[in-house]
C-alpha cells in the first residue's frame, strides 16, 4: 500500500534547491498572512502534524511557525496551485504571524507614490523572541 503522503510530494514540483513557495492565509477569513518556504520534510511535517512547518533558509533548518514565538498556525488544508509549483496553506493562525508583531507580513501597500503602512502591531515584537527565564 503506498504512502498517501508520498503520493501527494510527488505531485509537488520543488525548485532546484529543493524548496517550494507557500502562501499562508487565514481559513475562515481568506486574509493572506505570509510567504515562505517547504522542502520534502516540511510539507510531510505539516500534513503529519497538523501545524504549519517550513524550511528556514536563514538558519538552514526546518521550524515550525510559533515554536520561539507561541504564534502557532494550525494547519486546516493545504492545496496545489495548477503547475503544481506553489502551495496554499489554510491556516488557523494563534496571535500574529509576523515577526514585526503584526497579524500579517503584508502589513504595505504602495499608495499615492509611496509604501503606506496600513496595519500596526498587535503585540511588541521584542517579547515574541524573548529567552524563556
Known amino acids: ?11 509537488i ?3 532546484a534547491d529543493g524548496l517550494v513557495p507557500a502562501i499562508a492565509q487565514q481559513h475562515d ?15 510531510r511535517a505539516s500534513l503529519t502534524e497538523g501545524r504549519a512547518c517550513y524550511w528556514s533558509r536563514s538558519r538552514a533548518r526546518l521550524w515550525r511557525k510559533g515554536e520561539t514565538s507561541g504564534q502557532v498556525q494550525y494547519l486546516r488544508e493545504l492545496r496545489l496551485d495548477c503547475d503544481g ?7 488557523d493562525q494563534h496571535g500574529v504571524a509576523c515577526h514585526t508583531g503584526r497579524r500579517s507580513c503584508f502589513f504595505r501597500a504602495w499608495r499615492e507614490g509611496t ?19
Open 29 to 43: 477569513t481568506g486574509q493572506i498572512l505570509m510567504m515562505a518556504w517547504m522542502n520534502r520534510d516540511a510539507v
Open 85 to 91: 509549483d506553489a502551495v496554499l496553506l489554510l491556516v
Open 1 to 11: 500500500m503506498s504512502d498517501p503522503i508520498e503520493s501527494a510530494l510527488a505531485e
Open 115 to 133: 509604501w503606506m503602512v496600513i496595519a500596526e502591531p498587535e503585540i511588541d515584537p521584542e517579547s515574541l523572541y524573548r529567552e524563556p527565564p
Open 13 to 15: 514540483k520543488f525548485g
